[in-house]
């Protein structure tokens, strides 16, 4: 897959700010690992892609957070905030477990991927 293609498949991602085509390029590089050919079949193309939209996503976003100035938004750690009489707060437990669990449950392009790697199936594993 080439950043073309990635951004033929996934518009969305075409003038996103923080994203361009070397960073692309470094997400589908940075799959290669993690996909085989021969057993993600029909399905590589759309699996390869979900992993990268979901790593460029997650770089955007550690990103964003990192020149993050403005004082309304919570911090990219926080699990509450308060804004006057309105306080907002998120269950740590849930938080931590779903990212625990799998780091792809984040992004709808990683469960996508996630979703797809069932399918597929994980292939043998050494232990």
């Known amino acids: 897959m080439t950043p073309a293609e990635f951004l033929a498949r996934f518009p969305e991602f ?4 923080g994203i361009a085509g070397p960073g692309i390029q470094a997400a589908i590089d940075d799959a290669d690992p993690h996909f085989d050919v021969e057993r993600w079949g029909d399905l590589y193309t759309q699996g390869l892609g979900n992993f990268v939209a979901h790593t460029l996503l997650m770089r955007k976003k550690r990103h964003d957070a990192m020149r993050n100035t403005n004082d309304t938004d919570p911090p990219p750690d926080a699990i509450g905030y308060k804004a006057g009489d309105t306080e907002v707060k998120f269950s740590e437990k849930l938080i931590l477990y779903r990212v625990e669990k799998s780091p ?3 992004t709808e392009y990683g469960q996508q991927y996630l979703y797809l790697r069932d399918i597929v199936g994980a292939g043998a594993l050494a232990v």
Do not use: T
């Open 104 to 106: 792809y449950v984040s």
């Open 14 to 17: 075409d003038g996103l700010d």
